[in-house]
Structure formats: structure tokens, C-alpha cells
T-cell receptor, first 112, second 110 residues
Framework: DAMVIQNPRYQVTQFGKPVTLSCSQT?????MYWYQQKSSQAPKLLFH???????NEADTPDNFQSRRPNTSFCFLDIRSPGLGDAAMYLC???????????FGAGTRLSVL | EDQVTQSPEALRLQEGESSSLNCSYT??????LFWYRQDPGKGPEFLFT???AGEEKEKERLKATLTKKESFLHITAPKPEDSATYLC???????????FGKGTLLTVNP
């Protein structure tokens, strides 16, 4: 039973065309994270929500935004995707900050 | 300078050939070290958490150990289905953030 669900699994967008990635969780965890992972690289944290409290990483580009309308859902919005934004985007949850994180299967984003 | 360094970058083993993967870290005030397995095109799957030097955890053919400066993931008599990238991540001090290494790509040949 999937506990962290990401949709879609694969997303193709055009250069500059806004795109939204979705994440939902059935764990009722307080914290939801978004990571970017490029090929053969470590996952890089973009931001996280602790409940409704949004926490942006200092080096996350302004092009990336997030929304968490309720406990179960979190969205990643890329306002104007560039070629360098092509990557795997991973959503994760944890019960509290500092706990181990459950990851979704990821969304592979391609930018044409 | 990387805070979490994994070695080797890639490891190829024959089925049944035991080996170890290394994760060294330079963070201060380690609160936890995490091992994940990641299959191609999928999200990381949680394996172990270690909290203090000397701690060990086991799961099937995998055993994780922790010292003050590094962690090892020992793989005993691996099978082809153990082929994956193994990621190490650390949680430090008062920081909530997991810092990942780049991973070790393990290939087990039948």
C-alpha cells in the first residue's frame, strides 16, 4: 500500500511552461518535503512544510514554489521551467522534524 | 566540502561475494544516520537509522554499523536483487535537514 503517492510519475513540459507536481500521503505526518535529484547525484532539499509552516532552503531558486492546502497534500510549482530543471522530484514525509523520511516513487520531469 | 562522502561510487560483486559500503561524515553533533536503498527510477526506500557510535542494525543480508566518523553497510552473500544505489544521509545538531551522500551503485552479478 503506497503511503506517499506522487503524480504524475512522468511529466513532460515545454521550456517556460508552468508545471505542477503533486504529492499526497496517507500517514498523517506533520512534515512534507520536496527534493530535487539529478542523475547520479544526492537528493537536494528544496523546501519543507512543518504542518502549515513553510521552510525554504536558502539556495532554492525563486522559480520553485510550494503549496500545502491540507495535511495530506503538497504541491510543487515550477513557474518557468528551464532545461536545468529536468530531474527527478521526490516527495517525502516524516512524523516530526528529524525523524526518518518516507519517500514517494518520484516524478521524472523532462523539459523540452 | 562534502559533509557526507560515500565510497566506492560503484561496486560490482559476484553473487555470494560479501563486501562493505562506506559512508564518512564530517558533521558535528550527529543526531542520526540513515541508510536508504534506491532502485532506478524510484524513490529511496528506508533501511536503517543509527543514532550512536557502536550501534548496529541488521535486516536480512544487510548490516549497518556506526562509528564517530563513519558508517558501514555490510552485505553478506549478496543476491542480484540487492543491486541498487545505496544512499547514506545524516541529521546533525539542531538542523532538521537530512544531508545525503551521492550514493554507491551496487551491481550483483549472478
Amino acid at each position: 500500500d503506497a503511503m506517499v503517492i506522487q503524480n504524475p510519475r512522468y511529466q513532460v513540459t515545454q521550456f517556460g511552461k508552468p508545471v505542477t507536481l503533486s504529492c499526497s500521503q496517507t500517514l498523517n505526518h506533520n512534515v512534507m518535503y520536496w527534493y530535487q535529484q539529478k542523475s547520479s547525484q544526492a537528493p537536494k532539499l528544496l523546501f519543507h512544510y512543518y504542518d502549515k509552516d513553510f521552510n525554504n532552503e536558502a539556495d532554492t531558486p525563486d522559480n520553485f514554489q510550494s503549496r500545502r492546502p491540507n495535511t495530506s497534500f503538497c504541491f510543487l510549482d515550477i513557474r518557468s521551467p528551464g532545461l536545468g530543471d529536468a530531474a527527478m522530484y521526490l516527495c517525502a514525509t516524516s512524523r516530526d522534524r528529524g525523524g526518518f523520511q518516507y519517500f514517494g516513487a518520484g516524478t521524472r520531469l523532462s523539459v523540452l | 566540502e562534502d559533509q557526507v562522502t560515500q565510497s566506492p561510487e560503484a561496486l560490482r560483486l559476484q553473487e555470494g561475494e560479501s563486501s562493505s559500503l562506506n559512508c564518512s561524515y564530517t558533521v558535528s553533533g550527529l543526531r542520526g544516520l540513515f541508510w536508504y536503498r534506491q532502485d532506478p527510477g524510484k524513490g529511496p526506500e528506508f533501511l536503517f537509522t543509527l543514532y550512536s557510535a557502536g550501534e548496529e542494525k541488521e535486516k536480512e543480508r544487510l548490516k549497518a554499523t556506526l562509528t564517530k566518523k563513519e558508517s558501514f553497510l555490510h552485505i553478506t552473500a549478496p543476491k542480484p536483487e540487492d543491486s541498487a544505489t545505496y544512499l547514506c544521509a545524516v541529521l546533525e545538531g539542531s538542523n532538521y535537514k537530512l544531508t545525503f551522500g551521492k550514493g554507491t551503485l551496487l551491481t550483483v552479478n549472478p
